[in-house]
């Protein structure tokens, strides 16, 4: 499965969800299937999906929001790896990452990444998370499905294929723009 592909998935699945976008390839990949006011995409913030996840996860505690999901890369995910006991610890029940691993960092030449011999889906069991995985579009949507549904901090660990979609369109907008935009979106959903 690639990334465009895994993405598609993820759109269908997230039309009414907050979600937190990882830099660089992936949020110009989701940006061009979907360009959402729920989409927070973290431009030059590699490392921070996670905790902008978890934090965004402890504010919606007492919405009716089910889930903040946090899409991630395993590079990027490696960069900050404190996510992981950070939220097993802290235990928020909005708290859910997808990781995008494909064993490199994908916007620098597709240089192997740790994960290409470490599971990170186990190091995350480890910190107290519910993991599940998913190597094909059918059964990240049966997945996704469960976890979303499951209380506590969750990771959806999705395998894809290395490489970036061809002529994806760089993303330009206004990191403060964005923000707002999400802001928008976000503050009617967190009225009981
Ligand atoms: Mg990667």
Redesign the pocket.
């Known amino acids: 499965m690639r990334r465009l592909e895994a993405l598609h998935q993820l759109v269908d699945l997230t039309e009414n969800r907050p979600v937190v976008v990882t830099c660089a390839a992936t949020s110009r990949e989701l940006a061009s299937i979907a360009d959402r006011d729920n989409h927070l995409y973290l431009l030059d913030s590699m490392g921070l999906a996670g905790s902008v996840t978890t934090g965004l996860a402890m504010a919606v505690e007492d919405s009716p929001i089910e889930k903040v999901i946090g899409v991630e890369?395993?590079?990027s995910l490696l960069m900050n790896p404190n996510v992981l006991p950070t939220g097993g610890y802290t235990s928020p029940r909005a708290l859910m990452l997808v990781l995008l691993d494909?064993r490199?960092?994908?916007s620098t030449a597709g240089l192997p990444?740790y994960a290409d011999r470490i599971d990170l889906g186990a190091i995350t069991e480890a910190a107290g998370w519910t993991v599940c995985r998913a190597d094909d579009p059918e059964t990240l949507r049966e997945e996704f499905t469960r976890l979303v549904r499951t209380p506590g901090p969750t990771l959806l660990h999705v395998r894809i294929e290395p490489g970036n979609a061809p002529n994806t369109p760089k993303l330009l907008a206004d990191p403060v723009t964005l923000t707002n935009r999400f802001q928008t979106w976000l503050a009617p959903k967190l009225l009981p």
């Open positions: 890369g395993d590079g494909n490199v960092y994908g990444t």
